[in-house]
T-cell receptor
Framework: KAGVTQTPRYLIKTRGQQVTLSCSPI?????VSWYQQTPGQGLQFLFE???????NKGNFPGRFSGRQFSNSRSEMNVSTLELGDSALYLC????????????FGPGTRLTVT | GQQVMQIPQYQHVQEGEDFTTYCNSS?????IQWYKQRPGGHPVFLIQ?????EVKKQKRLTFQFGEAKKNSSLHITATQTTDVGTYFC??????????FGQGTTLQVKP
């Protein structure tokens, strides 16, 4: 079974630009969560989607948004990029919300200059 | 808000020595999960503990869930270079989102 895929793997953007990251969960998994990982802050929860609905949202500004499509694929968007948004963005999928085992993708490394 | 704390932040051991990382939650958890992230990799699920006082073993790894379901530990016996990485604990908040500890990074000297 193919794992979680994320595109692109690496991205360099300039302050003020916007970016869209994509995540394809494992086949059959309907829950997708997004995390931001930085050396100083660890793994910070961004949001969780299930059946195209946002179930949970972390403490991030409104510049961070996401959505999930009917095929469970998910995208997250960051508008008006700031230097502090440089991070590894990880997507994780699970069969359903609340199920323990989350399968993480390789992440998208975003650098904002 | 709910917090999950891990100590130590870093640990350097000689190959063959034991290693333990501790996880403490500010609130009672319904379950605790452990993940391992190798350098340059992504977190990989190791185990979930659900019951108060539960102990589970995976080869040289021993996981414990505290009686009050607010703390947990991961103990590695006789570390090997393949154990290198960052170990995270995570617990669900009362809204269901997963809150991760800051992680313990383990370095093993051969």
């Amino acid at each position: 079974k193919a794992g979680v895929t994320q595109t692109p793997r690496y991205l360099i953007k300039t302050r003020g630009q916007q970016v869209t990251l994509s995540c394809s969960p494992i086949s059959g998994h309907r829950s997708v969560s997004w995390y931001q990982q930085t050396p100083g802050q660890g793994l910070q929860f961004l949001f969780e989607y299930f059946s195209e609905t946002q179930r949970n949202k972390g403490n991030f500004p409104g510049r961070f948004s996401g959505r999930q499509f009917s095929n469970s694929r998910s995208e997250m968007n960051v508008s008006t990029l700031e230097l502090g948004d440089s991070a590894l963005y990880l997507c994780a999928s699970s069969i359903s919300p609340g199920v323990a085992e989350q399968y993480f993708g390789p992440g998208t490394r975003l650098t904002v200059t | 808000g709910q917090q999950v704390m891990q100590i130590p932040q870093y640990q350097h051991v000689q190959e063959g020595e034991d290693f333990t990382t501790y996880c403490n939650s500010s609130t009672t958890l319904s379950n605790i999960q452990w993940y391992k992230q190798r350098p340059g990799g992504h977190p990989v699920f190791l185990i979930q503990l659900v019951k108060s006082g539960e102990v589970k073993k995976q080869k040289r790894l021993t996981f414990q869930f505290g009686e009050a379901k607010k703390n947990s530990s991961l103990h590695i016996t006789a570390t090997q270079t393949t154990d290198v990485g960052t170990y995270f604990c995570a617990g669900p908040s009362n809204t269901g989102k997963l809150i991760f500890g800051q992680g313990t990074t383990l370095q093993v000297k051969p």
